[in-house]
Structures are given as C-alpha cells and as structure tokens.
C-alpha cells in the first residue's frame, strides 16, 4: 500500500516508489553492462543511488515548480517546508561528497580511518527528507541485488556500506575549511577513482547535467549546523579518564605474583595525602557460620548428632529417619531392587610381594587344597546334572512356545540361559532354540501369505547363531557345526555355511530351498536387520576389584587411577559406565580410614540429591558416635558438612569451604574430589567456580563429562596444575616452611594411606552403549508422516571441505548400509564401489559373527571414500546429500501443536515409549502434559456406554446405603444376637461385594487410555510415593496425571515433586514426561525414546546431545530413538553437524574473589598453604592458559582490584582484610550489590532509616520503615526485570507490581559509587591497552578479514581529516569509526562495544550497579516488586497472578531474598558491638518476618 501511494518529502514533493523501483532496475541493467566484470557493493550502490535519486529529485523540482506557477498548492502544502528544499545543484554537491566518501571507504584502510577526527556538527534539519530519499533508495538496490543472481557483486563490504561520519567530515572540510583557503590535494588514485565514479553516476542518469566531478563544491549553502550541548551532560561524558597513582600496598602475595609488573606502574610516595588518608577500620574476623546465627563450633556438632539418635529432640530425630528413609527408596529406583547392601569394612592389611615361600606353596597343593578341589568337582557335576533335569523339565514347553508365540517363547528360553550356570546346558538349550526358531520359519515359508517375508524368525535364528558360535566355540562338535551350516544354507547365507562346516550334506543341495532363502547376502542381512545384536569387543576375565560385571579395558583403567591415587578427565557417553569409577573412588576411601573425605562435586541441587540416594544404598560403615557415612551441603539446606566421609555439594558451596580460613584443616581431610558434568567449565554462568576448585584442590580429582570437544587442552591446563601443586609440596618439604604439614604427612603414612600422586590421565571412550537414529516428524492429511532421518543428510560440501565429517556423526549398521546403496545409486562406477559392497568387504567376507568395531570400521572406509569424492567430483558428493535428506512436509505450529496427544499416542503403538518430551518453555511443559491427559480422557469417555456415567453415580449411591445398613445390623445383632439379623448381615456383605464388582467395572481405566505399567508399580507403592508431596500446591494436579503415567519436569517446580516424577519414571510406572533442561544435565532418567517437541535459542549442539542421550536404556533398549517434531529442518541440520564447543575459561576474578583470596591469606593458621592456593587461583587460569598477553592483563586486573579495595577501605597498606570485608565477602555472589550495601552503611542510610516506633521497651519498626528496607534491599539483591510494557497493567493491580524507586539518598550514593568505579575501571582499561593483539584487533572475529592494509598515503586530505589527534588507545579500531575515544570509556554503556577485545575484558567483571535498564527501543524496563509484594501480602499465588512469575520461580526468589536478609543480619550483628543497634534490629525484625512468612506460604 505504500508503495501505490508513495511518501511526501517537501510539502508537495511526492515520491513515488514504484517509478523509483522501475528507475534502479534500468540503473542497474546499465551497470551492469557498463562494469560485465563485477564490482563493488558500495560503488554499485552510490552509483545507482546517487543517480536514480537526482534524476527523480529533479522532476519533484520541476513538478513543484509547476504546481507553484499555476497556483495549484494545497493546504498540507506548507510554504516554509518548499522553502528548505535544497536546490538540484545543492543535491548534487551531496551526492558528489558521499561518492568521494565511498572512495575513500574502498581505498583507506582501517588503520587510517580510525584515526579520523572527531566532527560535531550535525545534518541540518531541511536536509532530513532528502536523506531520507537516499536511504530509500538504497533499500530498493539491496533488495533487487538479492533477487539478481547473473552480475558477480562482492557483498563482501556490506557492513561498512556507508559512514557518515566520514561522509560529514568530508562536508566539513569543503564547508568550512577549504573556504578558508585550506586546500589540500586528494590524490592521484582517489582523484581518477572519484573522477570514473561520478561519470559512471552521470551515465546512468541518462545524460541529466549534474554536474562535473570537479570542483566538488558549487554551492555555499551549509549542509552542517553546530550541535547544541545540553546543559546537562550524559553521565560518564565529563570524566576525565587518566592513568592514576596508584597507593602502594605491601603483600607477599602481591610480589609473588604480580611483582614483574609493578616497575610499569605509577605508584603514590608514602606521604602523599591519598596514602596517608586510609581509613582504619576493625580488623575483620569471621566468627559465624554463613547463612547461620549459630556459632561454627555449634554447626558442627548438631550435625554430629543428626547421624543417631542422639539428636535434641524428637522430632529431629523423626526427621532425619524420614529424610534418610526416602533417600534409601530414591536410591533404590537409582540402583535396582537386585543389587545388595555394600557393607564396608576395614581394609585388611596387605600382605607383601610375593616371596620365594609363597610360591614353593603355590607349586605344592596341601591335602587340605587337595581335598576342596575334588569337593568342588562333585559339587559341580549335581550342579549339571541338575540343570539338565530342569532344561528336561522346560524344554518341550518352550520348544511349543516359539513355534506359537515366537517372542514369547524367546522371552522364556532367555530367562532360563540367564539363571543357568553351567555352559554345557546353556549350549543344548540354544541348540533346542535355534531347531525350534528354524522350524517356525520353514512353517512360515510355506504359507501362502508369506510372499513379503518377515524376518523376525531369521533375526532370532541369527541371534542363536552367533551366540552359540562365540560363546561357545570350545564345547562345539561336528554334528553342530552341520546343523549351524544346514541353517544358514537354508536361508540363503552359502558362503557362510561353507566357511562353518565345509561337508555340509549333499542331500541339502539337491532340494530347492530357494523358498526359504531372505534373499539377500549374509553381511547386508546382518548390519540392515542385527545392528542392535553385534557383539562387540568385550573382556571375559573378571577384575577381582569388580562383582558385579566384566569391566571394559577403559574401566580397568580408571579403577587403576584410583588405586594409584591418580586424576584422570573421563570423557565417555551417557550410560557407559563412568560413573562406576566414582563410586569405587568412595569404597576405596571408606576402606582406608575414618578421616578421609571425598567431595562429589555435582552442578545442581537435583543431582546432588541423585547422588546422596545412590551413595545411601551403596554403602553402610560403623563409624565412631557422631560420625556419618554421607552429607550434603548446598545454599539452602545441608547435614554432616563436617563429620561425613562422602560429602555431595554444588560448586558454589565447595568454594565456600576451599576458601574459608577456618575450614582447612578440614580442607587438608580431604582425599579424592569427584567432578560431575565438568564441561560446565565451559558454561557463562559460573564456570570460573569450576576453574576455582580445580586450581584450588590438592588432592586428585575425577572430572567426568560426555560432551567435551577438546579434553586434550582441559588435560594438559589440569596437568600444569599438578604441577604446580608437586614443585608447592617439594618446595614446602625442602624449606620445612610448613612443620604442620609435614607432620600431617607422616601421620597419613603411618596410618598407611598412600601419597597422592600428580599425574593426570586423559581416559577417552566414544562407543555408544546403544544407537542412535534420528527421525524427522511431519502432518500429511491429517496423519503423521516420520520420516528416518540419515545422518550425513545433514552435511553439506563446504562444511566438509572446510570443518570434515563431525567425530561424533555415528552411524548405525543400518545407517551405513543406507549410505552404500545411496553411494551406489548417485555414482555406480565410483572405483571403490565393488571393494565396499558389503559381502565383499574384507572384515565381513565369510564371516559368521560380524562384530560391532568390523561395522565401525565399514562406517569409517565409507566415510573415508566420501571425503575422497568431494576431490574428485563435489557434484556428486552434492547429489548424494540431498538424496539422504528426508522427505518432509510442512504444516502449521498451530495444527502440530494440536495434533501432539495424537503424536504420544503413535509413539505408543511404535513401542517407543518410555519417551522424554523435551521442551525450554515451562508453560508448555506443563500445558502439553496436561492436553497429553485431557485426551486420554476423552478417549476413556468416548469408550464408555452413553449412560456409564449415571450408572456409575447411582452404584456409588447403593453402596453407602448397603454400608449404612450393614453398619444398622452390626449394632442390632450386638444387643439382639438374632439368627436372622446374622443372615441379613451375611447377604449384606454379599451384596456389598457384588457392587464394588460392578462398580470397579465402571472406574476401571483400560490398558488404552493410560501410559502406565500396571506390573511394574503397585497402588500401595503409588500411594507412599507421592504421600511426599501431599502437601505441595500441584499435588491433586501431578498425582491425577501419574496415576495415567503422565509426567512433567522442570527447575522451577518444588524438588520433591521431581523427586517423584523421576522415581516413577525410572520404575517403569510414568511412561510421559514433559520437560526442559533440567533433565539434560545428569539426571538417570533413561528412556527408550526423546521427542524434541519445538525449536528454541537455548537448542544448541551441547543441550542436543546431552537431551539427546538419555534415549536408549542400556539392557533394555536395543536401540535409541530421537524425534525431532516441531523443529525446522535447517535448525535439524545445525544441530546434527555442528561440533560441540570447545572449552574455553571465562574471566576467572573478580573483586569479590580477590577479598576473599586476600581473607583467606590473612586468616588461615597455614599461611603457606593459603598463599599457595590463592596463588593458584591467579595464576593458573583456563583463560590465561598458553596466553600471556591474558596472564598479564589479570595481573594488573588484580592491582587495579587491589587498589579499589584499599581506598574504600576493605585493605589496608599489609592487604589485611577490615572494616566490612567479611559481609562483603559473605554476599559475593550478589556483586557489585554487596559493595553498594557497604556503602549505604557508610554513609549511615541505615540508621537514619531506621527508627523505632517506640523508645520504651523492646524495639519495633514501623511498616513504612520495612517496607522501605525491603525497596532498597530489592534493588540490590532482587532485581528481576519486567518489560516495558507493564506499565500499562501497574494501575490494574491493587499489589506492588513494579518496584519502587530508590530512595533519592539511596540513589545518590549508588551513583557515587559507580563514578569512582568508572575511573577505577578506565584507569585499568588504559593501562592494558598496550596488550591488545593490534594484529587481530584490525580482523573481523568471525570471518578473520584483514583491514590492515596500508591503503593510500599520498592524499594530504586524507591526512588532514585524520590526523589521529584523540586518545584513541583502549578503543577497538572498528569503534573508532563511530567518533569512539578513550574518554567514552567512562560511560559503562558503550565499554563492550567500543573495547579492544583480545583483551578479554567484560563490563560484567566490574562492580557497577545500573539503577536503569533500556530495551532496544528505548523503554524503560522496570524493576519487579514481588519482593515487596510478597512481604506486603506474604502471598506466593500473588506473585504468580500480579508480577508475572511462575510458581517455581516466585518460591526460589523469595528463598534467596530470605537467605541475603538472614546473611545481612549475621554479619552485622558479628561487626556491631551494640546489641541494641537499631539498624542490627532493623535487619532481625525483617528476616524474622521473610521467614516466618515463606515458611508458611511453602507449607500451605
């Protein structure tokens, strides 16, 4: 519609845009014949622009210009804006200056250009509408460049397709300065580049008189006017920024590792008055526990008698047996019912090498020895021969069973060869199975309606096959191996029978047995139809250190890092079997002793609780009173911190203690560190925590992971590490700096605990326990369309010419099959075709038993083979990707979203289910379950009678009225005793019995309208499971939706209903379950499916593949599922070939953590120890590993730091910790907040605040006063953002929606502090500019394009427009296009994008609290009040239904908001010496009040 009606420019000047599209592709065309070579996209767009906007502009003139002669103008047009038009030569000297600014963009190089000076002035206003015009017109050029694909255009340019800075710097020069006689030659190149430019813009205007090239200015009208300043400035625009003095603080630790720098530094004298104006504040020590009133000493033993029964009081002790009860149920549904209780007990001592005695004993048997042997050889033969009675006894049956129900039959022979002990019977009884499997085929053949054979019975056939002839090959004889090659002659495999028994009988080949055969080569039957069967290369000697299975050789090798006290980075699948070593590494340390300790170390609250179940139902040990086998630590609950050997904590919580001065000598306990899902290194939320702990610990480590892109790097970091922790210990040794330590030694050695090794393995396993196919999902007519999606449908040429084949693209047998035979249909003469058909293949021809690594192998040649094509012939390689990409159908979201109950109900008649829907939306978590249940439903309603309902309703009547009469007649026969009431009551009951009959006829759910496993879960089961959450809000929700086998997961949901959800799961009763990301990372919830229900931003490669591997349960799955239903093709592909990221650190301090390194330095009793922690923290960084540029920007990160600290008082001139150094450091997580607190109790805010109600008597605090406390504690701790547009619903809402504003006091030292930070951080910023790499920093990111070209020196005018006069050196070059300077960093706003970034520095990493934050348009976007709200009202559903949050959410703000009040009124009342303090009672009366609420709301 506007492109019909056009756009007015000056009053009557009407643009029409479509003569302007007609008008740019004849422009266009002319280029194009004009420049058959190609071009720039900047020249083609200045010159087609430029013309096209002349020409047009010039018959608006002329048009106007009528339109005024006949006196025709309306009423819209205004004199005044025909009178700022400019004229057609003031247009052309426009255009003229923006060609000579294009010039310049393709011929300066970006080392000159970001010296350009810095103009001020600004468009004049009368000129908006022409730009305008330009801007048009160059919308309309990209667009029909895109749509032209025959003119080869370089798009290389298109980011920088036009500067107006430049272009304003150019008019200012001929505006101003070249009319003061300020001439200044441009240059040969640019002269003749200029000149061909403008003549090609006069070209294409069809021979319309613009103007020559030269002079470039014909007019004096000014095109720029002096910017107006505001008369209140921007904050941050008159800082000055400057490299300070610095004051010069004394440190072993500063020495030690930044003392190679401080020569660079400028340092104050000692009497200057900065220095000598250091305040001096208490000496801070930490006396409290964190988030706890109670004394250290206290916390400790209350968790030693939470182990027994010793506990205080009743209830404690009935607690602690519910808490330990449920962790043993939670641990079962973990484990399994089979596996036994460990008992563990001491280790015994052991005995040494092998002597010459022991082995002169071992060579002559005892009589004793003698005597056992020939006991164990009868026992063994009844054993046989008692088998052989109970196979005797089964066989016929079973026998009976395959031939009429062949899975059933199966099913039973393979619990019978399970529970069989003895291989001779196991081998008669595959023998049995193998003839009857046989003989059902043959029957099968014969049916006439066997045309489209079903080789189910061969699968099986085949199965027995290969396990008789690998398993047992010794008790094989002759008459085997010729009923093994009768088979497999008769199903077509000859060349296999010949290579089993060569003297097959004559007689066989004589018959026609071609009716029986699968008409297909044994190799190809075997990799299409058994891929989930191939045995693969496994170990038959048992590890006398395993019980329970045969470990793999990589197994063997962790439990050998344990037992030599080793580190070892595990990168295995899901399921694999890695976490087994974690758990000997606990077994191997509970033997040894009573003091040692290991720390697993799991990322989230969910898994921590998975491993404290597990680790219950492991193990038991007698320990001494007061001592306990496991405890947890986490923010908001823990039990046996300090009195446990296995402690299971997040990292955050681990840090706390590694770096607390009064926990190392617990610290120093500690034997062995197990990290789950360590690829969180990687993360952006708290990955430096994980870098912390790594660095920090000296004992050895487990770090286990399945998605870790580059474990060599994380190896050889962790590696340094150890290294740096053996010269520590050698070096403390030598000096005997650390007696203590030395003594701890010995006494471990002479409790016989082995020295800790410093060797660090990489043990690596990629082979999936089970497959994984991939299967893409659409809607055709109504119904469902899956398609099987192959994995290299999802490459493309370039990205294998350029990144290869992704090592973690497997393929199934099956897979590889299907991509010989699209190999063989796109290129059928290919040279290698013959070699890799797969009976031809030489780790296939003739071979019985293919194994598993043989498919692996045939996988990587053919791979191989198509790599070699992308050389010969990429076409073909192109053809052949796009004949493997599935065939798909497009419907709407809506009409998929509709259809997925039915999509659950398919997956079902697949026998897909258990399946995990995957989805990062919690609303649709929670909706999508809930229609999964409506439709069953409706389906259970649709089945029923008409009138089942009524029928029902009137049954339910006749029973209580049977009760109440039964209930008449046992009171009556207690007074009477009368015969006959006796058989009323007998007929009652009868009749009672009769109606629940009928009455379960018509409640009973049919197998149809439910997902659950009735076997596998009983009612009473059911009941004690959820009677857990009985008294959570969603408990008549969730349980309706279990009882069907239904399911939701997600983090915002309370953690005993996902407790619940995941136990149900695991023990086969909920076959469904919605969920997000919470159970990607390390939940055991194995599924035989995973269903990714729609497409998000956070559907990355990492999230993929960790959602993505809990399809295919190991033992009972043969082979995982994955669907992809509403997700866009384009999207599968990304996710199918893009690598994993690879790990990279995150910026590892922060001021918060150099306190804290600083505290811990202070205050710990080894100082030797403490230092060369904090030392290992600052100089062992992932970040700054093989970087030194990185290594020495931390290093004056920590000065700078250092600095900040001191002058606010935190440090003084020794870094000894003071004033309020430990609430800082207690509330670290919550900086720059924590800072801003402290500054607020500086400036005595509080106190004038707070002011009791009363003087007499206990104090209280007015609901103005705690509602005030709340606003501003709020907008430290609680800051969650709404959207702009909830201002419109604020007076709607009787709650507090929107947080109130600061106070203006508040507000005002908020923004004091965050000028002294801006300095601060600007002074760092200039002092490391030196060490950016300048070479990468003139190179696009991504790309890597070079700007660094030396571009054009002989122009004086160039020179003269940038001379590089500004302080330009923190500045990133591409920034300085836009007028950026050093003095800009002073506004925090722009520090990201104008910063230099190999320096690696984030405006994250500074203490700088934003009072305000603004979307991209502009809005304002407030702060959330649900913490106000919430003490208002002290209602959760207030939240959810007023400020916008979920419940989950609104119960994990409210906690946390709770725990920092709690934090705050500690560490006061440590600090204040007046019990009485009104700011100290402030803070008790509202923490006594957050807690006294949440614990009510969360109860209700």
């Known amino acids: 519609m506007l492109q019909k009606r056009g756009i007015f420019l000056y009053g009557r000047m009407k643009l029409n845009l479509e003569d302007m599209q007609k008008e740019i592709h004849q422009a266009l065309s002319l280029l194009q014949n004009l420049w058959p070579e190609g071009a720039?996209?900047?020249?083609?767009?200045?010159?087609?622009?430029?013309?096209?906007?002349?020409?047009?502009?010039?018959?608006?003139?002329?048009?106007?210009?009528?339109?005024?002669?006949?006196?025709?103008?309306?009423?819209?047009?205004?004199?005044?804006?025909?009178?700022?038009?400019?004229?057609?030569?003031?247009?052309?000297?426009?255009?003229?200056?923006?060609?000579?600014?294009?010039?310049?963009?393709?011929?300066?190089?970006?080392?000159?250009?970001?010296?350009?000076?810095?103009?001020?002035?600004?468009?004049?206003?009368?000129?908006?509408?022409?730009?305008?015009?330009?801007?048009?017109?160059?919308?309309?050029?990209?667009?029909?460049?895109?749509?032209?694909?025959?003119?080869?255009?370089?798009?290389?340019?298109?980011?920088?397709?036009?500067?107006?800075?430049?272009?304003?710097?150019?008019?200012?020069?001929?505006?101003?300065?070249?009319?003061?006689?300020?001439?200044?030659?441009?240059?040969?190149?640019?002269?003749?580049?200029?000149?061909?430019?403008?003549?090609?813009?006069?070209?294409?205007?069809?021979?319309?008189?613009?103007?020559?090239?030269?002079?470039?200015?014909?007019?004096?009208?000014?095109?720029?006017?002096?910017?107006?300043i505001p008369k209140k400035k921007k904050r941050g625009s008159s800082q000055e920024i400057h490299i300070s003095g610095l004051i010069p603080l004394k440190s072993e630790l500063i020495q030690d590792y930044a003392g190679d720098i401080l020569a660079e530094l400028p340092f104050l004298s000692s009497d200057d008055p900065a220095v000598k104006s250091l305040s001096k504040k208490t000496e801070c020590d930490e006396h409290k526990h964190w988030h706890s009133s109670r004394p250290l000493s206290d916390d400790f033993e209350g968790a030693r008698c939470n182990n027994g029964a010793n506990c205080?009081?009743?209830?404690?002790?009935?607690?602690?047996?519910?808490?330990?009860?449920?962790?043993?149920?939670?641990?079962?549904?973990?484990?399994?019912?089979?596996?036994?209780?460990?008992?563990?007990?001491?280790?015994?001592?052991?005995?040494?090498?092998?002597?010459?005695?022991?082995?002169?004993?071992?060579?002559?048997?005892?009589?004793?020895?003698?005597?056992?042997?020939?006991?164990?050889?009868?026992?063994?033969?009844?054993?046989?021969?008692?088998?052989?009675?109970?196979?005797?006894?089964?066989?016929?049956?079973?026998?009976?069973?395959?031939?009429?129900?062949?899975?059933?039959?199966?099913?039973?022979?393979?619990?019978?060869?399970q529970t069989c002990p003895v291989k001779s019977v196991k081998l008669i009884a595959e023998m049995v199975g193998l003839e009857a499997c046989f003989k059902s085929w043959m029957e099968y053949c014969l049916k006439p309606e066997a045309e489209s054979k079903d080789v189910n019975i061969v699968i099986q056939m085949m199965k027995r096959i290969h396990v008789i002839h690998d398993k047992y090959s010794e008790l094989l004889q002759n008459s085997h191996r010729q009923k093994l090659a009768k088979y497999l002659k008769y199903v077509g495999f000859d060349n296999l029978a010949h290579s089993l028994c060569p003297q097959v009988k004559e007689s066989i080949t004589e018959k026609d047995i071609s009716k029986y055969s699968v008409c297909m080569g044994a190799a190809r039957f075997q990799l299409t139809h058994m891929g989930p069967y191939l045995f693969r290369e496994e170990r038959s000697d048992p590890d006398p250190r395993v019980h329970h299975f045969i470990p793999d050789t990589w197994q063997r090798e962790l439990l050998d890092v344990v037992d030599n006290n080793e580190s070892a980075v595990i990168v295995a699948p899901t399921s694999s079997g890695k976490t087994y070593a974690s758990y000997y590494c606990m077994e191997k340390v509970l033997r040894e002793s009573d003091e040692g300790v290991v720390v697993y170390v799991a990322p989230t609250k969910a898994l921590v609780n998975q491993v404290v179940g597990t680790v219950c139902n492991l193990f038991n040990k007698a320990l001494p009173k007061g001592l306990a086998v496991c405890g947890v630590f986490t923010r908001d609950y823990s039990h046996d911190t300090f009195n446990c050997q296995i402690l299971v904590t997040v990292p955050q919580c681990f840090e706390i203690l590694l770096l607390s001065p009064h926990s190392q000598k617990w610290v120093k306990r500690i034997r062995y560190v197990i990290f789950d899902e360590v690829h969180c290194l990687g993360g952006e939320i708290g990955a430096e925590v994980w870098e912390h702990l790594l660095v920090m610990i000296r004992c050895p480590f487990l770090a286990l992971s399945a998605t870790i892109s580059n474990p060599e790097d994380l190896t050889e970091w962790l590696v340094l590490i150890k290294r740096y922790w053996q010269d520590v210990e050698s070096t403390m040794e030598d000096s005997g700096a650390s007696q203590n330590a030395t003594k701890h030694l010995k006494k471990q050695q002479s409790k016989r605990i082995e020295k800790p090794s410093y060797r660090v393995r990489l043990v690596r396993y990629q082979e999936r326990y089970n497959d994984l196919e991939k299967y893409v999902c659409s809607i055709k007519d109504n119904d469902f369309v899956i398609e099987h999606y192959h994995p290299c449908g999802a490459l493309t040429v370039n990205h294998v010419k350029k990144y290869g084949i992704p090592l973690d693209l497997g393929l199934s047998p099956r897979e590889s099959i299907l991509l010989y035979d699209a190999m063989v249909h796109v290129w059928p003469e290919g040279s290698r075709m013959q070699e890799l058909e797969p009976e031809e293949f030489s780790y296939f021809k003739n071979k019985v038993v293919i194994l598993r690594a043989d498919a692996?192998?045939?996988?990587?040649?053919?791979?191989?083979?198509?790599?070699?094509?992308?050389?010969?012939?990429?076409?073909?390689?192109?053809?052949?990707?796009?004949?493997?990409?599935?065939?798909?159908?497009?419907?709407?979201?809506?009409?998929?979203?509709?259809?997925?109950?039915?999509?659950?109900?398919?997956?079902?008649?697949?026998?897909?289910?258990?399946?995990?829907?995957?989805?990062?939306?919690i609303h649709s978590v929670e909706y999508e379950a809930l229609k999964v249940f409506i439709n069953l439903i409706k389906k259970q309603n649709a089945d029923k009678y008409p009138n089942s309902e009524r029928r029902r309703k009137n049954l339910e009547k006749k029973l209580q009225k049977a009760r109440k009469s039964q209930k008449r007649d046992f009171a009556a026969v207690l007074n009477s005793g009368s015969n006959a009431i006796n058989q009323r009551i007998i007929l009652r009951t009868a009749e009672i019995s009769e109606i629940k009959k009928n009455l379960k006829k018509h409640t009973e759910v049919s197998p149809d309208c439910t997902y659950t496993d009735r076997a596998s879960v009983d009612d009473q089961t059911f009941r004690k499971i959820v009677h857990r959450i009985r008294r959570t809000r969603r408990y008549h929700i969730l349980c309706r939706l279990l009882r069907r086998g239904i399911g939701y997961h997600h983090g915002s949901m309370e953690y005993k209903e996902r407790q619940v959800v995941e136990m149900l799961f695991r023990m086969g009763h909920v076959k469904v379950v919605t969920a997000t990301s919470s159970l990607a990372l390390g939940i055991n919830m194995p599924c035989k499916s995973v269903v990714f229900m729609e497409d998000s931003v956070y559907l990355d490669a990492l999230n993929f593949r960790q959602m993505s591997g809990r399809a295919g349960r190991r033992g009972e799955d043969l082979i995982g599922s994955v669907f992809f239903y509403d997700v866009p093709l384009p999207k599968i592909e990304r996710l199918l070939k893009s690598n994993v990221p690879k790990l990279k650190g995150q910026f590892p301090l922060s001021i918060s953590l150099i306190l804290r390194l600083t505290l811990l330095v202070a205050k710990a009793d080894d100082k030797e120890d403490a230092k060369a922690k904090a030392l290992s923290v600052l100089q062992h960084s992932l970040m700054s590993f093989k970087q030194p540029r990185i290594k020495c920007m931390l290093k004056f990160y920590f000065i700078y730091s250092l600095q900040f600290l001191a002058t606010e008082g935190y440090l003084d001139e020794e870094c000894i910790p003071r004033g309020h150094s430990g609430l800082v450091s207690h509330l670290h997580y919550h900086e720059p907040a924590n800072f801003v607190l402290v500054s607020f109790l500086e400036k005595c805010l509080f106190h004038k605040l707070c002011t009791p109600m009363n003087i007499d008597g206990p104090k209280k605090f007015s609901e103005d006063v705690m509602e005030t406390l709340v606003v501003v504690l709020a907008h430290l701790f609680g800051r969650r953002y709404l959207p702009p547009c909830v201002e419109k619903y604020k007076k709607c809402s009787h709650s507090a929606v929107i947080l109130d504003d600061l106070p203006e006091d508040f507000a005002a030292v908020v923004e004091e502090h965050n000028n002294r930070i801006q300095r601060n951080f600007g002074s760092f910023l200039l002092t490391v500019s030196k060490l950016a790499d300048m070479r990468k920093e003139y190179q696009l990111p991504l790309s890597g394009i070079n700007f660094s070209d030396k571009g054009c020196e002989d122009s004086t005018l160039v020179s003269h427009l940038m001379p590089g006069l500004e302080s330009r050196t923190a500045v990133s070059p591409f920034a300085c296009l836009s007028g950026t300077t050093d003095q800009d960093l002073s506004d925090i706003t722009v520090v990201n994008d104008a910063m230099l970034r190999t320096l690696s520095v984030n405006v994250k990493d500074i203490p700088l609290l934003q009072l305000k934050k603004y979307d991209k348009t502009g809005r304002k976007c407030p702060l959330n009040g649900y913490a106000l709200n919430f003490y208002k009202h002290g209602s959760l559903s207030a939240l959810t239904s007023d400020n916008w949050l979920n419940m989950g959410d609104a119960l994990n703000s409210i906690r946390d908001f709770t725990l920092v009040i709690q934090a705050i009124r500690v560490s006061l009342s440590e600090l204040c010496d007046d019990e009485d303090d009104n700011v100290v009672l402030a803070f008790k009366q509202l923490s006594e009040a957050f807690r006294t609420k949440f614990w009510k709301e969360k109860r209700c």
Not at 149 to 177: H, Q, R
Not at 382 to 411: C, D, Q, Y
Request: a positive charge; glycine letters at 4%.
């Open 312 to 417: 205080k009081d009743a209830k404690g002790r009935r607690d602690v047996q519910k808490l330990h009860h449920f962790y043993y149920d939670f641990g079962k549904s973990l484990i399994g019912r089979n596996k036994p209780l460990r008992v563990v007990r001491e280790k015994p001592l052991k005995l040494p090498a092998r002597s010459s005695m022991q082995k002169k004993r071992k060579c002559q048997k005892s009589n004793t020895e003698k005597l056992i042997e020939e006991n164990q050889k009868r026992q063994l033969a009844k054993l046989e021969k008692r088998e052989e009675e109970r196979w005797n006894n089964l066989s016929l049956s079973i026998e009976k069973e395959i031939k009429g129900n062949l899975n059933s039959g199966v099913g039973r022979l393979e619990d019978f060869l």
């Open 40 to 228: 720039d996209v900047r020249g083609v767009v200045c010159s087609v622009s430029c013309s096209v906007t002349l020409k047009l502009y010039e018959k608006m003139l002329c048009h106007g210009q009528a339109c005024e002669n006949l006196n025709t103008c309306t009423e819209n047009c205004k004199t005044q804006d025909w009178e700022g038009a400019p004229t057609l030569n003031e247009a052309g000297d426009l255009c003229r200056m923006l060609c000579l600014s294009v010039i310049f963009l393709q011929h300066l190089s970006l080392f000159q250009r970001a010296k350009s000076r810095i103009v001020t002035h600004t468009w004049d206003r009368t000129l908006s509408p022409f730009l305008r015009m330009l801007k048009r017109c160059e919308f309309f050029i990209l667009k029909q460049l895109k749509i032209n694909n025959n003119w080869k255009v370089n798009f290389t340019s298109l980011p920088d397709l036009t500067d107006k800075i430049l272009w304003k710097n150019i008019i200012y020069y001929y505006e101003v300065e070249y009319c003061k006689e300020l001439n200044l030659e441009l240059g040969n190149t640019l002269t003749q580049e200029y000149e061909k430019l403008w003549n090609s813009v006069l070209t294409l205007s069809g021979g319309c008189d613009f103007g020559e090239p030269v002079p470039l200015r014909r007019t004096s009208r000014p095109f720029l006017r002096q910017k107006e």
């Open 856 to 921: 692996r192998k045939y996988e990587e040649e053919l791979k191989k083979e198509m790599i070699r094509w992308i050389q010969l012939d990429p076409d073909k390689v192109d053809q052949l990707l796009k004949y493997l990409k599935p065939q798909t159908f497009d419907s709407a979201e809506i009409e998929k979203r509709r259809m997925f109950p039915c999509f659950v109900e398919k997956l079902k008649e697949m026998n897909r289910l258990p399946a995990i829907f995957f989805s990062f939306n």
